[in-house]
């Protein structure tokens, strides 16, 4: 069975930072591209950040940019998400998401494409 697991949330002062992991099993890591999306209460799931199967190809949000930085381990089926500078703002339950086969990268950093969806892990950001 496909699975994603992320982890690595938690409560953290504005300007702290936070490491998000997410981990793989079930199907094969490499082949996939994979993204980290957030959904704080009363909004719709937003795409933060993505990254195609091989790491040439890599997105961030306009909000994220210059604060957060996404990697991944071919090697060990897991991405990470680095959270630096941490705003208030960035509270939300955040999820990892498996790109559809087939579908474009425009729409699945926006949300609109992901197959499998790992369970949240809560950022809450406040002093």
């Known amino acids: 069975d496909v699975q994603l697991q992320a982890s690595g949330g938690g409560w953290v002062q504005p300007g702290g930072s936070l490491r998000l992991s997410c981990a793989a099993s079930g199907f094969t890591f490499g082949d996939y591209d994979i993204g980290w999306f957030r959904q704080a209460p009363g909004k719709e799931r937003e795409g933060v950040s993505s990254i195609s199967s091989r790491g040439g190809n890599i997105y961030y949000a306009d909000s994220v940019k210059g604060r957060f930085t996404i990697s991944r381990d071919n090697a060990k089926n897991t991405v990470s998400l680095q959270m630096n500078s941490l705003k208030a703002e960035d509270t939300a339950v955040y999820y990892c998401?498996?790109?559809?086969?087939?579908?474009?990268?425009?729409?699945?950093?926006?949300?609109?494409?992901?197959?499998?969806w790992g369970r949240g892990t809560q950022v809450t950001v406040s002093s």
């Open positions: 998401g498996r790109k559809r086969y087939g579908s474009t990268w425009y729409r699945f950093v926006r949300a609109y494409a992901v197959d499998y």
